[in-house]
């Protein structure tokens, strides 16, 4: 049987501003000033979950994780991704990889970016090494350029009757 591939992306962006700290691909990056939202607005994992989504015709993370069911306050977004791919790995996909471009314009990403692999492999149930995590700010132009909000394009490629 050949394999067959899917390709899907998502993108997300939350305001900032929140009395919380930062959580972005499941580590708080900032003590405050976080993400404005019904979970814990990680627009990483939210890119995510609408990318797996994307690939499988799955719909969006809107409509499987509405914000107005309070099973979702506050959540731990990460359970949103983990849900998602055992729903794939259900219908027999497997992750190929995952490539992440996350647009915020400070703090800097750099020093967190290997514990972003780690916590989005984690969530994903695979392996760091198949998770691109990339970093730019806006260069100061709109919303997100002064800081008023982060932004994240997530792309994945999933695979189904591979050997
Ligand atoms: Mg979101």
């Given at each position: 049987?050949?394999?067959?591939?899917?390709?899907?992306?998502?993108?997300?962006?939350?305001?900032?501003?929140?009395?919380r700290p930062l959580r972005v691909a499941g580590v708080d990056i900032a003590p405050d000033g976080g993400a404005v939202g019904h979970s814990d607005a990680d627009v990483a994992m939210h890119a995510l979950v609408d990318a797996?989504?994307?690939?499988?015709?799955?719909?969006?993370?809107?409509?499987?994780?509405?914000?107005?069911?309070?099973?979702?306050r506050d959540a731990d977004s990460s359970r949103f991704v983990a849900e998602t791919i055992s729903d794939l790995r259900d219908r027999g996909w497997e992750l190929v990889n995952a490539?992440?471009?996350?647009?915020?314009?400070?703090?800097?990403?750099?020093?967190?970016?290997?514990?972003?692999?780690?916590?989005?492999?984690?969530?994903?149930?695979t392996d760091a090494e198949r998770i691109s995590l990339k970093a730019k700010t806006?260069?100061?132009?709109?919303?997100?350029?002064?800081g008023d909000a982060v932004a994240?394009?997530?792309v994945v490629l999933v695979a189904r009757g591979a050997a």
């Open positions: 049987m050949h394999p067959e591939y899917r390709v899907g992306t998502g993108y997300d962006l939350h305001r900032l501003g929140a009395d797996l989504l994307g690939a499988t015709g799955g719909g969006d993370i809107g409509r499987r994780y509405p914000n107005t069911d309070p099973a979702n490539d992440l471009t996350i647009v915020l314009e400070r703090p800097k990403v750099s020093p967190f970016a290997d514990a972003m692999r780690e916590r989005l492999a984690a969530a994903l149930g806006n260069e100061g132009v709109d919303a997100v350029g002064a994240c394009h997530a």
